[in-house]
């Protein structure tokens, strides 16, 4: 299962690339629960510096607010598990960057975190960019720590696709 997944996210990650070049675009990433796990996977892709700009490895909500400008409001009322802070996150990373598309996971990948309103595997997502409006989503992911880990970042770079394609 293990190796099906990095396939995939290597599938995913060349893609990507070639989406983002044929539309001009480059990209910036904000990362937590998946550690960077996604900006590995991109950046396995020979000449990806050419659409990759930058990651952001956030895992503290201290790093999320010094880094990405996550409003410390922001992480009290919702939490570092929400879209909002997903949200907070995906337009940070533009600001912080030369990209012109970002994403953002934030989760609980566990196997501890967890509770009865974000039980483990729940993971936030957004997606922002210049003349793109942030979009957000929460999945709910199973598995153990890696495989929820994996499927975020395989979730991520879907909606990337999701995105571009849709501006064809």
């Not at 960077?36 to 700009?53: C, L, P, Q």
Request: hydrophobic share 45%; aromatic share 6%.
């Amino acid at each position: 299962m293990a190796e099906h997944a990095d396939l995939k996210l290597n599938e995913l990650a060349a893609t990507l690339g070639a989406t983002l070049k044929t539309h001009g675009a480059c990209l910036a990433l904000a990362e937590s629960c998946t550690g960077g796990m996604v900006a590995a996977a991109i950046t396995s892709i020979a000449g990806s510096s050419a659409w990759f700009d930058r990651g952001f490895v956030t895992y503290s909500n201290a790093a999320k607010m010094e880094m990405l400008d996550v409003a410390e409001s922001t992480l009290n009322r919702y939490g570092a598990v929400s879209e909002h802070t997903a949200t907070e996150m995906a337009i940070g990373a533009l600001q912080h960057s030369a990209a012109n598309i970002s994403g953002s996971i934030t989760g609980i990948a566990g196997p501890d975190g967890g509770s009865l309103e974000k039980p483990v595997g729940t993971v936030c997502f957004a997606w922002a960019g210049v003349n793109i409006q942030p979009t957000t989503e929460t999945c709910l992911f199973h598995g153990d720590r890696n495989a929820i880990r994996q499927q975020a970042a395989i979730h991520l770079m879907a909606g990337f696709l999701a995105i571009l394609n849709a501006q064809a």
